[in-house]
């Protein structure tokens, strides 16, 4: 089955940092979203981004999806974007979503 | 803005029980989802169901699980006979209609501790 690698596993910033987060896939797919999980181990939706670029506040992503990466910026970082970020992707033909091991974000005040 | 809700927010249960777990997807979406995520580890996939009927399932949802969707609006997880293994975040996830923009939508989870 399809990979999904991402990274680093685990970042540390002091607020006001920016940060980029790297997600690999190993195949071609149709659909690739970043979630954000919280303290409470809530899966928030940031980007549904198969292709392309968008921006949503301090957050962007980005996948290329010909090279099989997307990346996800968060700048000028504040202590609530702690948490873990996942990438997931979905293939042609399939229903699930393939989810990666996340990166770990630790922003310090 | 629509969002997929789950129900209980932690449920504690005794090995061998059965659990139920509860989910309302967004009202106008056809696809409905079943994760797991094991404490510390990523999110896996469990179940998909369509038009009443599971469309894809992963190795780990054996006979143990069951899923339902009762009525218009409900769409539930049955875990037969529980085991400590089974202690786990459980999400329910939904999405719009095959073809075009696929998003699936998380919902909050459900904490399940297996004793």
């Known amino acids: 089955g399809i990979q999904v690698e991402q990274s680093p596993p685990d970042l540390i910033l002091q607020e006001g940092a920016n940060s980029t987060l790297r997600c690999n896939f190993s195949d071609s797919v149709n659909n690739l979203q970043w979630f954000h999980q919280n303290p409470w181990g809530q899966l928030i939706n940031l980007f549904y981004i198969p292709s392309g670029t968008k921006q949503n506040g301090r957050l962007s992503a980005t996948t290329v999806a010909t090279e099989r990466y997307s990346l996800l910026y968060i700048s000028s970082s504040q202590t609530t974007d702690s948490g873990v970020y996942f990438c997931?992707?979905?293939?042609?033909?399939?229903?699930?979503?393939?989810f990666g091991k996340g990166t770990k974000l630790t922003v310090n005040p | 803005e629509p969002e997929v809700t789950q129900t209980p927010s932690h449920q504690v249960t005794q090995m061998g029980q059965e659990v139920i777990l509860r989910c309302v997807p967004i009202s106008n979406h056809l696809y409905f989802y079943w994760y797991r995520q094991i404490l510390g580890q990523k999110v896996e996939f469990l179940v998909s169901?369509?038009?009443?009927?599971?469309?894809?399932k992963s190795e780990i949802f054996d006979d143990q699980f069951s899923v339902e969707r009762p009525d218009g609006s409900n769409f539930t997880l049955k875990i037969r006979s529980t085991k400590l293994e089974d202690s786990a975040m459980y999400f329910c996830a939904s999405r719009k209609k095959r073809g075009g923009n696929n998003e699936q939508f998380f919902g909050p989870g459900t904490r399940l501790t297996v004793l």
């Open positions: 997931a992707v979905g293939q042609g033909g399939s229903e699930k979503l393939v």
């Open positions: 169901f369509y038009n009443n009927e599971i469309s894809e």
